[in-house]
C-alpha cells in the first residue's frame, strides 16, 4: 500500500503526497522544543472549492483519534510559549511539559501555572479550536474565556461576528457578557493552524470596531503565514494602533502544487459487514452540569445549553470545575465495559469529553464530530482512512462525519452530546456505527429538556 505520510528531505523540509493529486512542499523555520513534525499532524484532501487541503492534527483530538492528555499538553505547552515570547518570562514548567508530550502524557495532570499578574481574555475559535481554546484558558488563574459558535441563540444577538471565508461553515458568532470583553485586558485568540491569518484579522478588526483595545496576541500550534500574509498583520497594526503578537509551536513555509483534480468515491473506506447485536445505553449528567437560558433558533430544540462548555463566557479558575469533571469521569469510567475505548465528541462540544477521557482511566482514546468534508481513502499515513456521514443529531439540517474509526477496532464508543435529542434523531448514527462493528456505545448527555 501506498504511504501518503511524508518523504524527508533534510531536517526542516518534507514532502507530503495527498492522494497523487497534491504535492505539500514544506519547510520548518521555527520549532522551539523540537517536537516531532510526524507527530503533529499529517495532511488530506478536503472536499472544498475553497481549500482544497487540510492539515489534519495528531494532537488536537478532531479528525483523528489521540489520547487525550496529549491535546491538554498541547495547550499548555502553548502557553509556555506564550509566557515566554509575549511576556518574556521565564516558566519553570517547560522541561517537564515538553518531556511529558514526549512521552505521550498519558501521566500528566492538566493544572494552572500560568501567573495570576496575566489576565487576558481567551478566546477559542469554532468549531476545531474549542477545545484547544478551553485547555490553553486552564492553564491561566485569573483570564476569563469564550468560544466563538456557528450556533444561533433564539434568545439573544451576538455581540461580535466574523467570517471565516475558506471553512465549510463561514459564520462566527460570539455570545458572551459585555463587561467581559469592554475592557482594555488583552484578548488572546487560539485556533489550531494559522495558514494566511485572514480568519484572526477578520475577527480583531471585528472586536476592535466595538471593544477597541491596544493588544491582541494570536495562538496556533502551526503557522504557515507567507511574507505577504505577515505584512498584512504590520498592515492592520499600523492602520488600527495596535500591536498584534503571534504565537506558535511550529512555523513555517507552505507550497501546494496540484496535479489533478481528486475524483470523490462512493467508498467510506469502511469494510462493510453485516449488522452485528447494538448495545446502545442513555447515560445523563446534567446533575452536575449548569443549565444556561439559551437554546438553538435554527433547529426546534429547546434544549438548554450549558455554563461550562465557556460559549457564553466563564471565570478563572475554580476547583468546583474539576470536581464536577471528578466525579462525571468516575460515574462514566464505571460504565466502562471494555479495554480499548473511544470517548467522542461532536461539533463545537469538545473539551469537557476530552476532560473527562483523560480521567477515565487507561485505554481510552479521543476524538470528535466534525463538519468538515473530507475524501476518504485507505492509505497508510493519510489523514482520513474510514469515515462515515450522518445528519447531526442536534440539528438534522447540517451534515456530519467521523473519521478514522476502523471497523472493528474499540471495544465501546461513549458519544457526548451537550444538549439531550431524540433517539430517532440519533439512529441514522448508530445505524453507521453498526455498520463498522461498534457494538456497545453510551449517549451522554450533559443537559436535559
Known amino acids: ?3 501518503s505520510q511524508t518523504l524527508t528531505l533534510s531536517k526542516k523540509k518534507y514532502t507530503y503526497n495527498i492522494l497523487d493529486a497534491f504535492e505539500t512542499e514544506i519547510e520548518i523555520v521555527e520549532n522551539m522544543y523540537n517536537l516531532p513534525i510526524e507527530e503533529l499532524f499529517t495532511m488530506a484532501a478536503r472536499i472544498n472549492k475553497k481549500r482544497s487541503f487540510l492539515f489534519v492534527s495528531k494532537v488536537l483530538g478532531k479528525h483523528l483519534p489521540i489520547l487525550p492528555n496529549k491535546g491538554l499538553l498541547t495547550a499548555a505547552l502553548l502557553a509556555v510559549r506564550y509566557i515566554e515570547s509575549v511576556k518574556g518570562l521565564h516558566c519553570e514548567e ?4 515538553v518531556s511529558f508530550f514526549s512521552k505521550g502524557g498519558e501521566t500528566y495532570n ?6 495570576n499578574s496575566i489576565q487576558p481574555i481567551v478566546i477559542g475559535f469554532a468549531e476545531t479550536a474549542t477545545a484547544l481554546g478551553h485547555a490553553f484558558f486552564d492553564c491561566f488563574y485569573t483570564a476569563e474565556f469564550f468560544h466563538t459558535t456557528r450556533e444561533e441563540m433564539r434568545e439573544e444577538k451576538p455581540n461580535v461576528t466574523f467570517e471565516e471565508e475558506h471553512s465549510h461553515a463561514t459564520s462566527h458568532r460570539c455570545y458572551i457578557p459585555n463587561n467581559m470583553i469592554n475592557n482594555q485586558r488583552e484578548i488572546i485568540l487560539v485556533d489550531d493552524e494559522i495558514t494566511t491569518g485572514k480568519t484572526a484579522l477578520n475577527i480583531i478588526q471585528s472586536i476592535h470596531a466595538n471593544y477597541p483595545r491596544e493588544e491582541y496576541t494570536v495562538v496556533s500550534i502551526l503557522d504557515w503565514r507567507s511574507q505577504e500574509n505577515k505584512d498584512r498583520f504590520k498592515q492592520l497594526e499600523d492602520e488600527l494602533g495596535i500591536k498584534i503578537h503571534v504565537v506558535s509551536l511550529v512555523a513555517g513555509h507552505v507550497q501546494i502544487k496540484q496535479h489533478k483534480e481528486i475524483i470523490s468515491q462512493s467508498s467510506s473506506g469502511n469494510d462493510r459487514k453485516n449488522k452485528v447485536e447494538q448495545s446502545v445505553e442513555f447515560l445523563q449528567l446534567s446533575s452536575l452540569f449548569t443549565p444556561v437560558p439559551f437554546s438553538s433558533k435554527t433547529n426546534g430544540n429547546t434544549t438548554p445549553y450549558i455554563l461550562e462548555t465557556g460559549r457564553f463566557g466563564l471565570g478563572g479558575y475554580e476547583n468546583s470545575f474539576d470536581e464536577k469533571m471528578s466525579d462525571a469521569a468516575c460515574y462514566l469510567e464505571q460504565k466502562r465495559t471494555g479495554e480499548k475505548t473511544l470517548c467522542l465528541g461532536t461539533g463545537e462540544f469538545m473539551y ?12 481510552v482514546y479521543y476524538h470528535s464530530t466534525t463538519r468538515s468534508p473530507i475524501h476518504v481513502e485507505n ?3 493519510y489523514g482520513a482512512q474510514f469515515g462515515v456521514t450522518f445528519p447531526n443529531p442536534e440539528d438534522l439540517t447540517v451534515t456530519n462525519f467521523v473519521y478514522n474509526i476502523p471497523p472493528d477496532y474499540y471495544d465501546e464508543i461513549f458519544i457526548f452530546f451537550e444538549r439531550e435529542v431524540e433517539l430517532e434523531n440519533l439512529q441514522p448514527l448508530l445505524n453507521e456505527l453498526n455498520r463498522i462493528g461498534v457494538q456497545s456505545i453510551k449517549i451522554v448527555f450533559f443537559s436535559k429538556s
Open 110 to 115: 492538566h493544572l494552572p501555572f500560568v501567573p
Open 1 to 3: 500500500m501506498k504511504n
Open 94 to 97: 517547560k522541561e517537564e511539559l
Open 379 to 381: 492509505r497508510r499515513g
Open 352 to 363: 469537557l469529553p476530552m476532560q473527562l477521557a483523560s480521567k477515565m482511566g487507561s485505554g
